[in-house]
């Protein structure tokens, strides 16, 4: 689209020099065209201005689930709820298509299994460009501010495994970015986990001595081109893989458990770990560079330390300290530039690998109705739920009880390993709703997953359906939700407007010319 305007723009400049050599042509029609001109202008400038990023509270919004709301739903609970920034995983077009015109600050997701391709050329970078942010990049588009070149590409765990590809990744998409006039505009950031740095006391923070050599290769391309250092923080997993780790320190409250490092008092996790990074980059010569949080959040569900009652206090602690702008010791008054919470909806797909507490750090749940008070401090004095959610039918799956259940361990296990059953395990909140309560929690999460079909709640006539809601307690049985997406193409709704665009341009022009 802006080299078509770019093309526009060229068009005025030849009927200027054009008419300009014809002496019959006087001052009054080169007023005419040179006006046309600053039309075409005046959209351009409309169009790339780069406003100044605002310090915001943001969420991430993913998609691993076996029940979707659409994509405008989701964006509708966004606004309702006056959140601003967003942070995708990647570029999915249905969430892009639903983001158009909505005002909302967006960072898309290069995943890791994609650097490589795109490290090794800038043709395969600047087709990812083309493809996911120019294209949406228009007005009443989509307000695209970052692109995550990869997710925690550093974490220990990968054993350097996407290691090489990232700056190769950023200096590629940077000159992609530069060729469609974006490069000042979408910055490029690379989200990294708390592993990344170590120290005992955060004054010694330093980045892990195998990554010293690339931290100072991204830090300075950072630097360069004013993107901030993104890190995910979680309290929580300090928490949940230590028994030693004091619990009163994870949160906001206040500790009997303080960290003294030298003259400074750190009385939370988030804190210490924060100035861990800010000692690590000092160490590098950029104590000064800005700090985004990319993730942080307390799951409610999985752990006996995940809980509604702690995902609240946790949450609504660290968005009171973080809008106070009390900083940190080695940063006061400074506090980060970014917050993005972790997360907006639970996610019943995501692979249970690092624990069970894996799928349930939403502050919604996944229909999007909110788990528990909070106050996000965007004007609003609570969640707002989803509206316009479209469930299937108020009916569930159960256990018969006329039905002898001795045979049902496979059947469970048939349930479990594909819907999800995590909220069953020790620590979850449906552990204690006893044996057959089990058994049609399994059967009700395979009967929703299969979209309520009739004969995914047979399971050789021990199951049975109801009308009655069977959830107990804080057990909730789920109904699901039907997946609807729009049936257009954003890439053929990009082709109308770029369409428009054109004819749009020619009309005004010509109405300016005859006009004056």
Request: glycine share 8%; proline share 5%; net charge neutral.
């Amino acid at each position: 689209m802006i080299k078509e305007v770019v093309v526009l723009q060229k068009w005025s400049w030849a009927f200027t020099f054009t008419f300009s050599s014809d002496k019959m042509l006087q001052g009054r029609f080169r007023l005419r065209i040179l006006s046309a001109a600053l039309l075409s202008l005046l959209v351009i400038v409309s169009w790339s201005s780069a406003p100044v990023a605002e310090s915001a509270l943001g969420v991430n919004w993913g998609t691993v689930s076996f029940h979707k709301l659409k994509p405008s739903t989701v964006v509708d609970l966004l606004q309702d709820n006056k959140i601003s920034k967003v942070k995708l995983f990647d570029a999915d077009p249905d969430s892009l298509q639903a983001l158009m015109g909505s005002g909302i600050q967006v960072m898309i997701g290069v995943p890791n299994e994609m650097l490589a391709a795109l490290s090794s050329s800038t043709a395969a970078s600047d087709s990812w460009v083309r493809q996911n942010v120019s294209r949406y990049m228009r007005k009443n588009g989509v307000d695209i501010r970052y692109i995550a070149v990869g997710n925690e590409p550093f974490l220990s765990s990968y054993s350097g495994q996407f290691q090489s590809y990232v700056m190769p990744v950023l200096l590629n998409l940077q000159q992609s970015l530069a060729k469609v006039n974006l490069a000042s505009y979408v910055k490029l950031v690379v989200p990294c986990n708390a592993d990344a740095y170590e120290s005992s006391l955060p004054s010694q923070g330093a980045f892990r001595p195998e990554l010293t050599q690339i931290m100072t290769q991204l830090v300075s391309f950072l630097n360069s081109n004013g993107s901030p250092f993104v890190v995910n923080i979680y309290p929580f997993l300090s928490l949940y893989g230590s028994s030693d780790f004091p619990q009163d320190y994870a949160f906001f409250e206040g500790t009997s458990h303080p960290v003294t490092d030298g003259s400074n008092v750190y009385y939370n996790a988030f804190d210490g770990n924060f100035d861990t990074l800010v000692a690590a980059l000092s160490k590098l010569g950029y104590g000064q560079m800005p700090i985004a949080i990319g993730e942080i959040g307390w799951p409610t569900d999985g752990a006996i330390s995940g809980n509604l009652t702690a995902a609240r206090v946790f949450n609504q602690g660290l968005i009171n300290h973080v809008l106070s702008n009390k900083g940190t010791p080695l940063r006061p008054g400074v506090p980060p530039v970014d917050v993005y919470l972790f997360s907006l909806l639970d996610e019943g797909a995501k692979s249970t690998l690092p624990g069970n507490f894996e799928r349930h750090w939403g502050i919604f749940s996944f229909d999007g109705q909110a788990k528990y008070p909070l106050n996000l401090g965007l004007g609003g004095r609570g969640l707002k739920n989803a509206r316009k959610v479209e469930y299937l039918p108020s009916r569930w799956c159960v256990a018969n009880p006329s039905s002898d259940l001795s045979g049902v361990a496979n059947h469970m296990k048939l349930a479990c390993g594909v819907a999800d059953c995590t909220t069953l395990t020790y620590g979850g909140s449906c552990n204690g709703i006893g044996a057959k309560g089990n058994i049609s929690y399994a059967f009700n999460s395979y009967y929703q997953l299969q979209m309520q079909n009739e004969r995914s709640c047979d399971f050789d006539g021990l199951g049975m359906v109801t009308f009655l809601d069977p959830s107990i307690g804080d057990c909730r049985f789920l109904v699901g939700v039907t997946d609807t997406r729009s049936s257009s193409s954003s890439c053929s709704s990009s082709q109308v407007y770029r369409r428009w665009v054109i004819v749009w341009m020619l009309i005004a022009w010509r109405a300016w010319f005859f006009v004056m």
